[in-house]
């Protein structure tokens, strides 16, 4: 069992005081030696005051920047070799830190905690939720327990390689864990209960589903674009050669449509293999770094 050294503790806030008074004081008394940063995303209550009064480092932005923008925030000013990522919405238990730092110390380089089905909000969420690990799932060729959840223990220098990759909104967990799996880094889960978070959450289903959608298409053609591109190719080239082969037995044509998908499929596919390619170059960069 490897050893994890210096321990931080980001905490991305918007508006939560109220949380703040109880979660600080436990995890500063679990954990005296640890940095504990806040990232105050441009809170309108005494989020700020809380944070000082209980002794923890405060990052403020001037205004809301997003969730990601206050992870990326805090990644760059944490000293510590690992960093704990964890909401400050009282939805996290500072008692499974200590799980996540002891299954990280066997080796793995990410672990995160994985919602059961009991501490999704409701049914849609779930629902959504499975969807996505599904997808990734399929996307990276490794079981994700949970794609979205945003508490999770990380080795500091592997995840400020992805710093720029990371959006400003609420989808770092998405993105980062998709980086870690194609960079060959190793990542784990460990299962949690999470609790129900107090006060309103900053997430609006609709357009947000519809935004971790796109940026999961958008990471998995920076992972792996060939899964995407080569379905798409294939359906194209199916549809090509059934529209030739129906003008064909009625009019015995090749007609421009039947030419026109196939040439599509085939710009398609082309357009995968270059973006593999870029991939590769990405990934290499970063190897390098």
């Known amino acids: 069992m490897k050893e994890i050294g210096s321990l931080s503790i ?75 990522f964890m909401d400050a919405d009282g939805q996290h238990d500072p008692a499974d830190i200590a799980r996540l730092l002891k299954r990280l110390a066997e ?78 880094y190793l990542v784990s889960y460990i299962p949690i209960r999470a609790h129900k978070r107090e006060g309103k959450s900053h997430i609006k289903l609709a357009k947000d589903g519809l935004r971790f959608f796109l940026i999961i298409l958008k990471v998995a053609t920076l992972y792996s674009p060939l899964k995407v591109f080569t379905p798409i190719s294939f359906i194209f080239f199916i549809l090509g050669v059934s529209n030739y082969l129906y003008t064909y037995m009625i009019a015995g044509q090749f007609t421009n449509m039947s030419a026109l998908l196939l040439i599509t499929s085939l710009l398609v596919f082309l357009m995968g293999l270059i973006s593999e390619q870029i991939a590769n170059l990405l990934y290499a960069n970063t190897a390098r770094q």
């Open 10 to 84: 980001i905490l991305p806030a918007k508006n939560e005081a109220n949380s703040l008074e109880r979660l600080l004081p436990v995890l500063r008394q679990g954990y005296p030696d640890a940095e504990i940063l806040v990232v105050n995303d441009g809170s309108s209550d005494h989020t700020v005051e809380v944070a000082q009064v209980a002794g923890a480092k405060v990052i403020t932005h001037a205004y809301s920047m997003g969730n990601g923008a206050a992870v990326k925030h805090g990644a760059r000013a944490a000293t510590g070799e690992v960093i704990v």
């Open 107 to 184: 080796g793995f380089d990410m672990v995160v905690g994985a919602r059961d089905s009991a501490s999704q909000a409701s049914l849609s969420r779930r629902l959504g939720n499975g969807f996505y690990n599904r997808l990734a799932s399929w996307v990276t060729g490794h079981r994700i327990e949970d794609l979205t959840s945003g508490f999770r223990a990380v080795r500091a220098k592997r995840f400020r390689e992805f710093l720029y990759l990371l959006p400003n909104g609420f989808s770092y967990p998405t993105t980062s864990t998709m980086a870690f799996f194609r960079a060959g």
